[in-house]
């Protein structure tokens, strides 16, 4: 089966960066994928690392490394709008299993 | 980006009833649907994987004849509960998975379904 680890909760001031990292143990790993999801609200997409690495979308940044089972999401110049919570999912070719989420609470 | 819609976006019904959620796909075509089911504060349990033309691959202890899923064409999947209870009053929301350019993996979600059964 599939597990992943994100802390549950995380508070950030307005303008600071936050980290949200997420480990994983899976088998058929394909990718590690961010979603966002405020309160009653659908997940949006927002990244997919394949490869070890850096990607970089606009304020959101996500990171893999597959050595490590690990990965993370980068949010910088925080807005009160960020506020919601984060998954981290893990792809494999079957399905796509989400974490608990991680719920960020921007400060002012 | 892609769209997926999602009817009803609410309901309430009587314990007993059955009740069918649509998941479509507006601007593109899903071979792979998943629903979900979401209690409060809580993350995306998977219920099944919905594969256009073939049956429905359900999860651990979900119940296959209680939750029945169609998915007739590329761009419609539908979960029917049978027989509601209380205990089945959640969030199920529909996702359309998309592998994309570089071996992208996304998948579009619907706004949700807030079920209540009374």
């Known amino acids: 089966g599939q597990s992943l680890e994100q802390p549950s909760e995380v508070t950030a001031v307005e303008g600071a960066i936050v980290q949200i990292n997420c480990t994983y143990q899976?088998?058929?790993?394909?990718?590690l994928s961010w979603y966002q999801q405020h309160d009653g609200g659908a997940p949006t997409f927002l990244s997919y690392?394949?490869?070890?690495g850096l990607e970089e979308t606009g304020r959101f940044s996500s990171f893999l490394s597959r050595s490590d089972s690990y990965g993370y999401l980068l949010l910088q110049e925080l807005q009160m709008k960020d506020s919601a919570s984060y998954f981290c999912a893990v792809s494999i070719y079957q399905k796509v299993t989400f974490g608990i989420g991680t719920k960020l609470q921007v400060i002012p | 980006g892609a769209v997926v819609s999602q009817h009803p976006s609410w309901v309430i019904c009587k314990s007993g009833t059955s009740v069918k959620i649509e998941c479509r796909s507006l601007?593109?075509?899903?071979?792979?649907m998943f629903w979900y089911r979401q209690f409060p504060k809580q993350s995306l349990m998977l219920m099944a994987t919905s594969n256009e033309g073939s049956k429905a691959t359900y999860e651990q202890g979900v119940e296959k004849d209680k939750f029945l899923i169609n998915h007739a064409s590329l761009t419609l999947s539908t979960l029917t509960v049978t027989s509601a209870h209380p205990e089945d009053s959640s969030f199920y929301i529909c996702?359309?998975?998309?592998w994309g350019q570089g071996s992208t993996d996304t998948q579009y979600f619907g706004p949700g379904t807030r079920l209540t059964v009374l």
């Open positions: 690392n394949a490869l070890d």
């Open positions: 996702s359309a998975r998309v």
């Open positions: 601007d593109f075509q899903a071979t792979t």
């Open positions: 899976t088998s058929g790993f394909y990718g």
